[in-house]
């Protein structure tokens, strides 16, 4: 599968964006899907993920200002993010994680650019 992740940009502090991840072929319902970001010096660091069957998990740090969703019918993964502070800023990437018989195989996007301005 390949990803093209898209939707950054530069917000002021308090604002919002979304992010876009979409997926080619047409198996994506089978992946779990999660986002990531990295800031400058950081390790990557996860920031929510969502199951194939639409279950949620997030990071403490992002905890009820951001909201990941999926839509099958456009193999696309959403990470709406509300609330956004300097410490948001990140490049943040998407991972397609897909189980099989040898283990799972994970997929990652190019990266999008958040920048958030205090």
């Known amino acids: 599968v390949q990803l093209q992740a898209s939707g950054g940009g530069l917000v002021q502090a308090g604002g919002s964006l979304r992010l876009s991840c979409a997926a080619s072929?047409?198996?994506?319902?089978?992946?779990?899907m999660a986002w990531y970001r990295q800031a400058p010096g950081n390790q990557r660091e996860w920031v929510a993920s969502?199951?194939?069957?639409?279950?949620?998990n997030y990071a403490d740090s992002v905890k009820g200002r951001f909201t990941i969703s999926r839509d099958n019918a456009k193999n696309t993964v959403y990470l709406q993010m509300n609330g956004l502070k300097a410490e948001d800023t990140a490049v943040y990437y998407c991972?397609?994680?897909?189980?099989?018989?040898?283990?799972?195989?994970?997929?990652w996007g190019q990266g999008t650019l958040v920048t958030v301005s205090s």
């Open positions: 072929g047409s198996t994506f319902s089978r992946y779990s």
């Open positions: 991972k397609a994680v897909i189980a099989t018989m040898r283990g799972p195989l994970d997929y």
């Open positions: 969502i199951s194939t069957g639409g279950s949620t």
